[in-house]
Antibody, heavy 121, light 110 residues
Framework: EVQLVESGGGLVKPGGSLRLSCAAS????????MNWVRQAPGKGLEWVSS????????YYADSVKGRFTISRDNAKNSLYLQMNSLRAEDTAVYYC??????????????WGQGTMVTVSS | EIVLTQSPGTLSLSPGERATLSCRAS???????LAWYQQKPGQAPRLLIY???SRATGIPDRFSGSGSGTDFTLTISRLEPEDFAVYYC???????????FGPGTKVDIK
């Protein structure tokens, strides 16, 4: 079964750090670009960051640039998001999502169940 | 940066009715890189349509997408009870290479 499972969310104080992980299974992880997407409580979806299959290309939303770092370990079938200098507005459910490559024009075809990050004092 | 606007914000319909959702871009979008997602409460989004008009694997044919340039439409031909959800459009821009989601349209039961 193709699956993405996020972990690492929790409660953190403003200015703090957190590292999210996403474990992939059921597909050749190293062949796909991966993404983080977040959703603040009661709000819409916001793309956060993307990383290409070999980590050659990395992109961030302006709202997290300089504070968040995306990375991956293809040997471990895992995607990561290091979040530093966290702010209250970073409070959200964080989803990892697979981009389905050229076959469906990089749409996000597989999503994890999400992990909640709460930034509060 | 391209901004996506979705209308209406909420669509109140009855099962069996036709739903027409609009996604408008602030500048022209490549049709190849326009997608639609469905999200139900407490669940992750699900890909419905990619390339503006291609259904993703397992998506019923009552869902269809169309449009080009700045105007795109998601149509649900006959609403089933499980179709009441929030729908998001998304575009992938190559310059800069970022993804943008629209604010969503909620389809609820009338």
């Amino acid at each position: 079964e193709v699956q993405l499972v996020e972990s690492g969310g929790g409660l953190v104080k403003p200015g703090g750090s957190l590292r999210l992980s996403c474990a992939a299974s059921g597909f050749t992880f190293s062949s796909y670009s991966m993404n983080w997407v977040r959703q603040a409580p009661g709000k819409g979806l916001e793309w956060v960051s993307s990383i290409s299959s070999s980590s050659s290309y990395i992109y961030y939303a302006d709202s997290v640039k300089g504070r968040f770092t995306i990375s991956r370990d293809n040997a471990k079938n895992s995607l990561y998001l290091q979040m530093n200098s966290l702010r209250a507005e970073d409070t959200a459910v964080y989803y990892c999502a697979r981009a389905c490559s050229t076959s469906c024009y990089y749409a996000f075809d597989i999503w994890g169940q999400g992990t909640m990050v709460t930034v509060s004092s | 940066e391209i901004v996506l606007t979705q209308s209406p914000g909420t669509l109140s319909l009855s099962p069996g009715e036709r739903a027409t959702l609009s996604c408008r871009a602030s500048q022209s979008v490549s049709s190849s890189y326009l997608a639609w997602y469905q999200q139900k409460p407490g669940q992750a989004p699900r890909l419905l349509i990619y390339g503006a008009s291609s259904r993703a694997t397992g998506i019923p044919d009552r869902f269809s997408g169309s449009g080009s340039g700045t105007d795109f439409t998601l149509t649900i031909s006959r609403l089933e009870p499980e179709d009441f959800a929030v729908y998001y459009c998304q575009q992938y821009g190559s310059s800069p290479p970022i993804f943008t989601f629209g604010p969503g349209t909620k389809v609820d039961i009338k």
